[in-house]
């Protein structure tokens, strides 16, 4: 107790002291704008992470998070445009910051004219599939669904959404064919596999977990570079014989249009220490996702990149692409 | 068409629906109706514009060949509509002038004219409205609860 | 008995004093922000949750449940006092409550609708309790071509919402369908209808519409009439503030409809609550034999969809206990604070943490009590409302409403939407197209839409699949009555007529 104290206090004089030593400290609450509205994906994620980072006395000032839904990320994006040059604004990015604009010509503007701050985390995935369906591995389902074409079906979500890309490029890849069915949520997608309606999904594995050690899901790959630790057992997608480029979905940190330096270089600072904060990796740990830091410059590259790799891959599925 | 019908109310939300159908049809037949996997986005707008069209048709229809002219009853309060429109008008403006003078000012004036214009109370009374219930908001909403309310160029 | 195992084992934990202190924290947090809009039940979980991590996490989860909870049961009062939506799930509270408060009966409608709260709300945890395995595999079999049929006795209603023209009704409806199909369609990612307008990618909010077309438009009608007082307050005396035994006896089926409804509506995740408030409220009306009353007061129009809303959330409990499945945002902020307290939500959860499962299912029969104990002395406190004059009331509404819209997404343009909406309100008013049918088909707009596109998906065009399921099959049957019901009744009716002769 009293060295968590101590741990806490010395938290705070290095927060203090690291924030003078680049000239921008948050002097009025932080606002950190999300797409989803309270207990969606990035909004739990947000609110999860600064609760840790609280309880590891990396924050100077209160961090609020402030949801701004509606199209995706389109009224986040243009929230963020009004902010341009305002140093108390951050946003919690997801993929969808990156496909969206691709599809949506209405929307306001693109992920690259924000400022990039840090990615923060990868999140794996796994396909799963019914305890009672007849495939133990994903060549099992992938011949099934070359022998009966377009008889397959898989839940997920938007056609922009990571399962449909990774589904579009399994097929391209392997030439089966099997139908997409999109659900607006995550629960109605494991609802209707588990009631045998669909018959594979793409899952994140913290939402699978309790149904696979259950015996209710049986995972089927994961969609990694390397076997995450809650499943050893899992094969990843090239383990399992299917060698098709990783479709990464990342979440990081992006702030309004020009935010001064000094700012950003706090911002990048505050995350590259939360990244080895016990709490937040802890949490990180309980969820299944891996901790994927990268600073500024390093974002701004991987997101023009992953960019151009979506743009593709949506051209390839037949969506049609307007930027 | 004699004025009459032209201030028809049932005649015209017809045609303007009938208007919206053909809208809603036109858009809808450029998205794909029926996709290789599936209805396609168009499939359900095509649907229910068509059924707004030929309903809002039968709607003008019946009301061009009814054997009474219009409907009587009750006279109009024109007086009262007038100032219902007029405190909607007085609300509505009220919303881009929150973005630069902030929900209590915007606020306070919407009560202001509430209870003076509308309500044909005295000045002082529109005045100490104007003040007490923004005073309350600011204390329920930001304060209490924490909700966020709009905020204009001067920082409240 | 394992159940009853488990419950006593349950009170044992919801009893101690700190969980029940914090029950009650709960209820009253939960009756505060159900009663005022602007701030959502997963909005305030959302803003709890850090202040929780450090509680013990069974009185934690029992008192961002009560919130949960609890705010259906605050959800009517502005309902029934001023037209006005507190929450997504009291739309229809309005048709029949609002009725009731303009007749004097405002204390009764507040009531009756905690006590509708409290019965169905009960007997859903009942429900859960005793049935929860059986039920839980029933919802799973519950997929896109049963949804269909729902969404179709969902519209089948609008036969029964109709005022004096079936034309004007099924007319708004459409336009309801339309609203509802603005913005991004899910499956294609195609932008429709939002002319340029990047605000309207992501669709038109529910709670915009209806606090629009209620709430905005009642105040335009009554600065026309002029109406100083176009409530009757309530007259003093503790007789005027319960509701009468008539009142609750006509009552009785409609708690209990509104129990089951809402309770089986409420496990489907992906249906929201507003569903299942208009479904029971069109049952209701659909079996009672005085239908000619709803939409003037009649007491079972408001307790069967408040019953409805407050079962549902019992429901939700299901899915998430069961199987980890959150059927909304609050019910995910729960399921993302029993994850960060280290719990593993799913179908062993029952069986590792006892303590957390029985002590939350004990802890709703305790909360339902308090909610009771808590709103009936509310009820002439909320009655005075009425007695505020007219011009700061109104003042009062405009303001409650603009920041009701504006917290959707703290977007300006949702209030715009929000004055838009009260003037097509008031335009539809003094035309006579009643604007019950157009909320209806806003809300059910995009399941229906889905649930088709889903089902022709999964049969590859077949469109049998919507009719040939026997639990489809058996709801389209219900909603063939439904529609055919005020023929049967009129055939009923003539022939009692010529027998009496």
């Given at each position: ?92 990015f997801?993929s969808?910051w990156i496909t969206?604009p691709l ?7 693109t992920i690259d004219q924000l400022t990039p701050?840090?990615r ?128 990464p979905?990342a979440?990081g940190?992006v ?39 990268l600073g500024s410059s390093d974002l701004a590259g991987f997101l023009k990149q992953y960019q151009n790799q979506m743009r593709e ?10 930027r | ?156 | ?501």
């Amino acid at each position: 107790m009293r060295l968590s104290v101590l741990a806490a206090v010395a938290g705070i004089l290095v927060t203090v002291a690291s924030a003078h030593a680049q000239g921008f400290t948050p002097t009025r609450p932080v606002e950190v704008v999300v797409h989803t509205g309270p207990g969606g994906g990035t909004d739990a994620f947000a609110r999860a992470m600064f609760t840790a980072l609280r309880k590891d006395g990396l924050l100077p000032v209160n961090f609020l998070v402030v949801n701004k839904t509606g199209g995706g990320s389109a009224t986040a994006m243009r929230y963020l445009q009004e902010k341009t040059g305002d140093d108390h604004t951050i946003a919690i990015f997801s993929s969808v910051w990156i496909t969206d604009p691709l599809v949506q010509k209405e929307a306001p503007l693109t992920i690259d004219q924000l400022t990039p701050i840090s990615r923060l985390v990868l999140e794996p995935a796994l396909f799963v599939v019914n305890a009672k369906s007849p495939y133990k591995t994903l060549k099992d389902f992938i011949d099934a669904a070359k022998a009966n074409p377009g008889q397959l079906k898989q839940s997920g979500g938007s056609v922009l959404a990571r399962d449909a890309v990774v589904r579009h490029v399994l097929r391209a890849h392997t030439g089966a064919d099997w139908s997409f069915i999109s659900f607006p949520s995550g629960g109605e997608r494991v609802a209707a596999l588990l009631g045998g309606h669909v018959d594979i999904m793409m899952i994140e594995p913290s939402e699978a977990g309790e149904l696979i050690r259950s015996g209710r899901l049986r995972a089927l790959a994961q969609i990694a570079d390397t076997r995450i630790p809650g499943f050893p057992d899992v094969p990843t997608l090239k383990e399992a014989g299917f060698d098709v480029p990783n479709v990464p979905q990342a979440r990081g940190v992006v702030a309004p249009p020009k935010m001064p330096a000094a700012a950003v270089a706090y911002y990048e600072d505050l995350f590259r220490r939360a990244s080895q904060s016990p709490a937040y990796k802890q949490y990180l740990a309980d969820t299944q996702l891996e901790n994927a830091y990268l600073g500024s410059s390093d974002l701004a590259g991987f997101l023009k990149q992953y960019q151009n790799q979506m743009r593709e891959i949506l051209k390839g599925a037949g969506v049609a692409v307007v930027r | 068409m004699p004025p009459a019908r032209l201030r028809d109310g049932e005649l015209l939300s017809g045609a303007a629906l009938a208007g919206l159908g053909v809208y809603i049809v036109s858009e809808a037949s450029q998205w794909s109706f029926l996709g290789p996997t599936g209805p396609g986005p168009g499939f359900f707008p095509v649907c229910y514009g068509v059924a707004m069209v030929v309903l809002s048709l039968v709607l003008v229809g019946r009301r061009l060949f009814a054997s009474r002219p219009a409907r009587g009853g009750e006279a109009p309060n024109r007086h009262g509509v007038a100032v219902a429109l007029l405190t909607w008008l007085a609300f509505a403006l009220t919303i881009p002038l929150m973005k630069y003078l902030g929900f209590l000012v915007a606020f306070g004036l919407l009560t202001f004219f509430v209870v003076v214009v509308v309500f044909r109370r005295s000045i002082a009374a529109g005045v100490a409205a104007a003040v007490l219930c923004p005073a309350a908001f600011q204390l329920v909403f930001p304060v209490l609860l924490q909700v966020r309310l709009p905020v204009g160029r001067f920082g409240f | 008995m394992e159940a009853v195992r488990g419950l006593l084992h349950g009170f044992g934990v919801a009893l101690e004093p700190v969980n029940l202190m914090w029950c009650v924290i709960g209820c009253f947090l939960g009756t505060i922000i159900g009663i005022l809009p602007g701030l959502g039940p997963a909005a305030t979980i959302a803003m709890l949750l850090p202040l929780t991590f450090r509680m013990d996490p069974t009185g934690g989860i029992i008192m961002l449940a009560g919130i949960y909870y609890g705010a259906k049961y605050g959800g009517s009062t502005t309902s029934i006092l001023l037209n006005m939506p507190g929450e997504a799930s009291s739309v229809v509270t309005c048709i029949d409550g609002y009725q009731m408060a303009r007749k004097g009966r405002a204390g009764a409608a507040l009531g009756i609708a905690a006590i509708a709260s409290f019965v169905a709300g009960t007997i859903g945890i009942v429900i859960l309790t005793f049935l929860a395995p059986p039920l839980a595999e029933l919802a799973l079999s519950f997929s896109s071509p049963e949804f269909f049929a729902l969404m179709v006795l969902g519209l089948a209603l609008v036969v029964l919402l109709a005022g004096d023209s079936m034309l004007k009704a099924v007319l708004a409806l459409l336009l309801g369908l339309w609203l509802a199909s603005i913005g991004t369609d899910l499956f294609t990612a195609q932008t429709r209808f939002t002319m340029g307008q990047s605000d309207l990618l992501g669709g038109i909010e529910f709670m915009v519409i209806a606090v629009g077309v209620y709430a905005i438009t009642e105040v335009m009608l009554s600065i026309e009439n002029r109406e100083e007082a176009r409530l009757l307050p309530v007259p003093r005396g503790l007789r005027n503030y319960l509701p009468s035994w008539e009142e609750l006896k006509a009552c009785r089926f409609a708690f209990l409809n509104g129990s089951l409804t809402g309770f089986f509506i409420g496990t489907l995740p992906g249906a929201a609550s507003s569903v299942s408030s208009f479904v029971s409220y069109g049952i209701e009306k659909a079996v009672s034999k005085r239908p000619e009353l709803f939409g003037h007061g009649a007491p079972e129009g408001l307790a069967a969809p408040e019953g409805a809303n407050n079962a549902d959330s019992s429901g939700a409990m299901l899915p998430l206990l069961s199987f980890g499945i959150p059927a909304g945002g609050s019910t995910a902020m729960l399921l993302s604070a029993l994850i960060l307290w280290g719990y593993r939500p799913g179908p062993l959860l029952i069986q590792e943490s006892p303590d957390l499962f029985w002590g939350l299912v004990a802890s709703m029969y305790i909360g339902n009590v308090v909610l009771l104990l808590m709103n009936l002395p509310l009820v002439p406190l909320f009655a005075q409302i009425l007695r505020i004059p007219t011009h700061i009331l109104f003042s009062i509404v405009l303001g409650v409403s603009i920041v009701g819209a504006y917290s959707v997404s703290g977007n300006l343009f949702d209030v715009l939407m929000l004055a838009a909406f009260g003037l097509l309100g008031y335009v539809m008013a003094k035309l006579s197209y009643p604007t019950a049918p157009l909320v209806l088909g806003f809300v059910l707009g995009d399941p229906l839409e889905r649930a088709v596109r889903q089902s022709l998906t999964m049969s590859q065009g077949d469109p049998s699949i919507l009719v040939a399921r026997p639990i489809a099959a058996v709801i389209l049957l219900v909603a063939a009555v439904v529609l055919c019901s005020p023929l049967i009744r009129r055939l009923v009716g003539a022939g009692r007529r010529t027998a009496a002769t």
